[in-house]
């Protein structure tokens, strides 16, 4: 068995797997795509100059109504119901009561009891082996404003609060404490945006913030019932840091356990440039947030009509799409892994698939050439510069003959750097497949009477030469050659 | 059911009160009495009552996902105790 701290080394195999049972439940806050905010209606819109998305609502001046905006509700029952949620049928907001600047109110409207959503799960597969991780609860809140902490702002003595995100719509989900280990933790987080983004409620967006996650962490002799303490990690901007902080902290708390300390409940940050987790002591108090139903807010009532509307809205979900994928394009899974990572991706496939109705090819390309190209930019399949009516074009050009499949690749690439229609860049280029067999003899006639040795060899039985023979015909044609017929026209000239 | 004077010191610095001593024993007292009114209503039998979250009756008031105009930044800024460079100040938070 492999260590379950780094997934890769074997040292802590008897530290942690025989002595601990890692502990791990996630709370993930996601905003959610709406125009307007939870409970007002300011605009929402990422990145405006700030403090200019804000009214009395979201300002919390005396004597305002908060009135729920109806499409949160709508996104939060999507997502309740994809990943298999009750949803309650009587629910209502809360006040959490704290003080923080950037919370006007003194108070963030929240769910305590009766939430919107309850028991559901997400669905996680690592090492060949799937496992569902319960989805205790998902509830509606509001986001608080932000901080700002550039240079500019810096160099005083004082912090500089933006309030356009107060009131911006936010669920959170937190799920059971059943991850076990850091990969899990990531896979969980990984499938749950991708359902998040399949239903177009939420971007994802890990470093702007739209996609936020805070880990509870505990580690227990294994055997044992009663859970150890937790310690709760926070500013985790990527799947990777999420995994490389839970990892650090099964280290740190298992040598605090094998020297017979004691694990102090408490907030850590994650620091990723040093790779540690830091206490936050002294930064925060003991919590205690009073929560009581807001008198502001009517409870809320969602009846069967409106749930089964929102299920009946529901689209394919990447589990769905990846089975689908398997089964309708016969692609291996690992493929249909891949292509149905984002809903993008997917749809760019599928569109390509029905311009060239082979999946296998379609799939090797864009999960070669395409895929390579995009991570190499740090670009999404969404500002991809080769459209899949293009990509369909250049491979039709493969299959009838026209380019070779070697030349494919500096198509694509020139396709890929000017988004041009490939069959004009074959024109421009000259980058037309040879098959002029007197033109395709001519050359090969001059490669073998360069090569007066080899086909000497060749001919008292080194059969092996003719790959030599077909790579130096396409060297002189810069890979144009059609192939096929380089080796019929070499095989007749050696072998008669 | 006794507050005690502790108690009055969480209370108050949960929100962010500054009390002086005699304030403090008037609230532990007046706390007190206020909880034991309520063991005085814990009397009453209130097993076939549904708790009550709202005075109103009102259910499922919402409105549609539209923008309207918000205020101007120097109307937001209005009414902070101190503002500077577009943003309220504050004193330094750290982290």
Not at chain 1, 297 to 306: A, C, E, G, K, N
Not at chain 1, 439 to 458: C, F, M, P, Q
Not at chain 2, 62 to 86: F, H, I, Q, T, Y
Request: net charge negative; glycine share 6%; proline share 5%.
């Amino acid at each position: 068995m492999e260590c379950v701290s780094c997934g890769k080394c074997f040292q802590l195999e008897r530290v942690i797997n025989v002595e601990f049972e890692v502990i791990i439940g996630l709370e993930v806050h996601a905003q959610l795509l709406t125009k307007s905010k939870i409970f007002c209606s300011c605009s929402t819109v990422f990145g405006a100059e700030p403090n200019t998305h804000t009214c009395p609502v979201c300002l919390g001046m005396p004597g305002v109504l908060p009135v729920l905006n109806r499409k949160v509700v709508d996104f939060a029952l999507r997502v309740g119901l994809a990943v298999h949620c009750e949803i309650a049928h009587y629910s209502r907001f809360a006040r959490k009561n704290y003080f923080y600047p950037d919370l006007p109110k003194g108070y963030q409207i929240s769910q305590y009891e009766l939430p919107l959503a309850e028991h559901g799960y997400v669905e996680v597969t690592t090492n060949g082996k799937s496992k569902r991780i319960g989805v205790a609860r998902i509830h509606m809140e509001e986001d608080a404003g932000k901080l700002l902490h550039d240079e500019r702002m810096e160099a005083d003595s004082y912090s500089y609060v933006d309030l356009n995100r107060t009131g911006v719509p936010l669920i959170e989900i937190v799920s059971e404490p059943e991850i076990r280990t850091p990969e899990e933790a990531s896979e969980y987080l990984k499938n749950l945006r991708g359902i998040l983004q399949y239903l177009e409620v939420c971007d994802g967006n890990m470093e702007e913030g739209s996609f936020r996650c805070d880990a509870n962490i505990s580690l227990r002799p294994v055997g044992q019932q009663r859970l150890g303490t937790r310690t709760e990690l926070k500013n985790m901007n990527s799947f990777k840091n999420v995994q490389r902080a839970l990892e650090y902290e099964i280290r740190r708390q298992t040598n605090i356990l094998d020297d017979g300390s004691e694990v102090i409940q408490e907030t850590r940050l994650w620091d990723a440039a040093k790779g540690v987790t830091l206490s936050m002591r002294g930064k925060e108090e003991a919590h205690d947030y009073r929560y009581f139903p807001d008198p502001d807010l009517v409870p809320l009532i969602i009846d069967d009509d409106w749930i089964e509307v929102v299920r009946g809205s529901l689209p394919e979900l990447p589990q769905e799409k990846r089975d689908r994928f398997i089964k309708e394009y016969q692609v291996p899974e690992y493929d249909a892994e891949v292509l149905t990572s984002s809903k993008s991706l997917a749809d760019y496939y599928e569109e390509s698939v029905r311009l060239f109705p082979s999946p296998k090819v379609v799939s090797n390309w864009v999960m070669g050439e395409l895929l390579r190209r995009l991570k190499g930019d740090d670009r999404d399949i969404e500002d991809c510069p080769v459209t899949p009516r293009y990509l369909a074009k250049m491979l039709k050009m493969i299959e009838d003959g026209t380019i070779s499949g070697k030349i494919a690749k500096t198509v694509f690439e020139e396709m890929y750097l000017s988004g041009e229609d490939p069959e004009k860049l074959v024109r421009e280029k000259d980058l037309l497949q040879l098959t002029d067999e007197e033109e395709l003899d001519r050359i090969i006639e001059k490669v073998l009477s360069g090569n007066a040795t080899e086909v000497e060899d060749y001919k008292k039985g080194k059969s092996k030469l003719l790959g030599f023979f077909v790579g130096q015909v396409m060297k002189e044609t810069k890979g144009k050659a059609n192939p096929k017929l380089v080796n019929e026209i070499l095989r007749g000239r050696l072998d008669r | 059911m006794k507050i005690s004077k502790e108690e009055v010191e969480k209370v108050a610095v949960l929100a962010r009160l500054a009390l002086t001593e005699g304030e403090k024993e008037t609230f532990s007292s007046e706390m007190s009495s206020i909880l034991d009114y309520f063991d005085k209503l814990k009397e009453v039998d209130t097993e076939k009552v549904a708790p009550t979250s709202h005075a109103s009756a009102g259910r499922n008031v919402m409105r549609g996902d539209e923008v309207r105009p918000s205020l101007s930044k120097e109307e937001c800024l209005m009414n902070a105790p101190d503002a500077n460079k577009g943003c309220l100040r504050v004193p330094k938070i750290i982290g």
